[in-house]
């Protein structure tokens, strides 16, 4: 127990730690006192020695020995991501002699062309007799100075007294507003007469300053105690507005955040989407907040709210009326909580008293029986078979876990409606909430083959002992209703399918960069299905809506409800064919003779949709275009590839590595399956394309137009095009009847 709690903690200060640490790994967080988030940073990162902040000229920033931050020459005191920064600047000041001679003068400058001196935040401030102050600014980054100016004047015979003395209102000290966008300002104090009227104090004082920060005093007249004051600046990234940034390469925004132009006219800031909170620049983005937990929905309590990613929902217990919420009436208890029906009950209670008696028998015979359903339910779908070869086994973390239908229904408010996350072909799935706070996803399938049970709890214990990082992990099963319920662990992000096509995600572009490490990690959880696993499996459905992405866009391959294993024995199995339409194995279709190569197609439509960002099957275009498939190898070997591949992933540094991609993808889409590679073969490939991008001196002697002639010489479409996968082939509709397809609304 001390070792597992020890644990615990360690987990939550590592969360902790993520959530407070807004700089980039293995830079400087802090600098004394004042927190460094990114865009800015200090220096380079440890071990790798890229730069720790976006840009240099605006977000670089030093610490010195005494723990203090400058950015050049001028010291700051804090960041906020929300677009403002808290620095210090000098007090202009002149001061004479009796005589009108200049003694000291000093012009205060704050030459940052990326900053902007706040309007809002800031005062512009005058102190003395017989003075006037002056600031003088831009409002274009490329200007020096000479575009605004403002300034106020203040004069006084007599030192105020104390009812009027201690108030900055014209006498001894004025103040004024900022124009709105000033940058690169200069500020001067002046004197109308050089102070020689002067019998208090021979110098005149002019400043910027943050709203409350400065209280005038009379005695400030004699002897004014401040050389620096602190002001406010707000920051925005580069010059570009939203639009010409979301096209760049540079564009700062991250997940779950938004693009917002600044209100000068020129340059963005990135701010969380509602719901999330965070740095919206750091590369971990922004992060769900709980609103449930944070006690920030407009519920009736804690107990009616579920979040949800994003967001949250209000919810009424059942049996009652209402949306659960607060300003709406919140939820209505049901008729029989009415005092008057009390008071009708009552007077019936001889009556009622014998009902009550039989109702209780038949509730205790209706619990019996529950428990009776239930138990047959556990032996029908091998509960004891499953119970058994679990026993033999050393308890570990990698077993599955036999859940109740009870623990299965709490977890998911009795499946409440507002929890369901997916249907599908085969079911519908739950997310659900576990007592010690981990998070699932519940598959209730709609049918079983009872034939099969021995062989649904075999796949059941062997799939649960995968552990490999781009496979959901299926944590257990409940066996005691009429159709086994599978739980899995919860992937919050979508699907690749919906990062691809749903234009609600298309903000977040995946680059080419991230579509290759993508592939390439699928590509390594497939090769370790096929060849690590214990048992070798075939996924069988390998598409992008079965393939999940995290908040990293680390994929994971899910939905085994097609699978099969694959005796140590064989290299194929017969089956009814399965799938879905578009990224079915042609040679399966025809044959029913299922092959770790069936999954090897699958793969390559996936492939293609990375690089096209079209969708496996569509309807409503030419009929050539119909199977994305064919369309691309038809392109491939015409010489047409870039005319297909998404616009906005092609440069001339990648464009050599996306051919041989398209080039790996047509093999992968041989129609013959010996002639198409392996899984761990085109594992291998993506991961090297990945090295290649990763360090650019590595490079293949093969060129763009050598790449082309290899594949005519490799693949011949014209072969695909006579055994196309059916929209001119006469068989097409008699094949259909031994065949389980999942159309998947085109996926």
């Known amino acids: ?282 590369p971990d983005g922004c992060h769900d907040i709980d609103e449930c937990t944070e006690s920030t929905h407009d519920c009736i309590s804690k107990d009616h709210c579920f979040n949800t990613f994003g967001s949250y929902e209000c919810y009424c217990p059942r049996g009652y009326s209402g949306n659960g919420k607060n300003k709406e009436g919140g939820c209505q208890a049901p008729l029989w909580h009415n005092p008057l029906t009390k008071v009708l009950v009552g007077a019936s209670v001889g009556s009622v008293a014998l009902f009550v008696s039989v109702s209780w028998l038949f509730l205790v015979y209706q619990r019996r029986k529950l428990i009776k359903s239930k138990d047959n339910f556990f032996r029908q779908n091998g509960g004891y078979i499953l119970q058994q070869q679990l026993s033999g086994k050393q308890a570990s973390s990698l077993t599955a876990k036999i859940f109740t239908a009870q623990e299965l229904k709490k977890a998911t408010n009795n499946y409440h409606d507002s929890l369901i996350i997916g249907r599908g072909g085969f079911g519908t799935v739950y997310k659900g909430f576990l007592p010690d706070n981990r998070i699932v996803a519940i598959k209730k399938s709609k049918l079983v083959d009872q034939s099969q049970i021995e062989q649904f709890i075999n796949e059941v214990i062997v799939l649960s002992q995968i552990n490999h990082r781009n496979v959901v992990k299926l944590l257990g099963c409940c066996l005691e209703t009429e159709i086994p319920l599978l739980v899995y662990e919860f992937v919050n992000n979508g699907t690749l399918f919906d990062y691809i096509h749903n234009k609600t995600k298309a903000s977040d572009h995946i680059t080419w960069e991230t579509r290759l490490r993508i592939a390439s990690e699928v590509a390594g959880a497939l090769s370790y299905l096929h060849s690590a696993a214990c048992i070798p499996i075939i996924h069988r459905d390998v598409k992008t809506s079965n393939i999940l992405l995290d908040q990293t866009c680390t994929p994971k391959v899910s939905d085994f409800g097609a699978s099969r294993l694959v005796p140590l024995d064989q290299t194929e199995l017969a089956t ?129 137009e050598e790449s082309q002639i290899l594949l005519r010489d490799t693949f011949n479409f014209s072969e695909c095009v006579d055994h196309s996968m059916g929209f001119r082939n006469t068989g097409w509709h008699s094949m259909l009847d031994h065949v389980l397809i999942d159309f998947d609304d085109g996926r």
């Open 1 to 282: 127990m001390h070792i597992e709690s020890l644990l615990l903690c360690l987990i939550l200060l590592a969360i902790t730690e993520v959530v407070v640490n807004q700089s980039l790994p293995g830079c400087p967080n802090k600098c004394g006192d004042v927190e460094i988030p990114y865009p800015f940073g200090v220096g380079h990162q440890s071990g790798t020695g890229n730069k720790c902040f976006l840009e240099e000229e605006t977000f670089s920033l030093s610490c010195d020995e005494n723990s203090k931050l400058w950015h050049r020459n001028v010291e700051i005191s804090s960041i906020s991501v929300r677009g403002h920064m808290d620095m210090s600047m000098n007090v202009s000041r002149v001061c004479y002699d009796g005589s009108g001679r200049v003694l000291t003068e000093n012009a205060a400058y704050l030459t940052t062309p990326a900053f902007t001196i706040s309007s809002k935040e800031n005062k512009f401030t005058s102190v003395g007799c017989d003075t006037y102050g002056y600031i003088l600014g831009s409002q274009s980054s490329g200007s020096a100075y000479g575009s605004y100016a403002t300034g106020c004047l203040t004069k006084c015979n007599t030192i105020p007294n104390e009812e009027n003395g201690e108030s900055c209102s014209g006498v001894g000290c004025c103040q004024v507003d900022i124009p709105q966008g000033m940058r690169n300002i200069s500020i001067t104090a002046y004197s109308f007469n050089d102070q020689t009227k002067s019998v208090y104090n021979n110098c005149s004082y002019a400043f910027v300053a943050k709203q409350g920060w400065f209280n005038f005093s009379r005695f400030y007249l004699y002897q004014f105690p401040f050389d620096k004051a602190p002001l406010v600046v707000d920051w925005v990234v580069s010059n570009d507005s939203c639009d010409t940034a979301l096209t760049s390469s540079t564009y700062a925004c991250t997940s779950n955040s938004r693009c917002v132009n600044s209100v000068y006219g020129y340059g963005y800031r990135c701010k969380c989407k509602p719901g999330f909170e965070g740095n919206p620049y750091h």
């Open 576 to 704: 009814m064919v399965q799938g879905t339409f578009g990224y079915l194995d042609p040679e399966y279709m025809q044959t029913n003779q299922l092959t770790e190569k069936s999954d090897v197609y699958s793969f390559g439509v996936v492939l293609v949709e990375l690089l096209t960002g079209k969708k496996a099957l569509k309807f409503d275009g030419p009929e050539e275009e119909r199977s994305l498939a064919m369309h691309f190898l038809s392109c491939l070997t015409q010489g047409r590839l870039f005319e297909v591949v998404e616009v906005g992933i092609v440069n001339e540094e990648n464009k050599l590595r996306i051919n041989e991609v398209a080039v790996l993808a047509a093999r992968c889409l041989r129609l013959k399956g010996e002639e198409r590679p392996s899984m761990k073969e085109v594992a291998m490939e993506l991961e090297g394309k990945r090295m290649i991008g990763k360090h650019p001196w590595v490079k293949k002697d093969l060129n763009l």
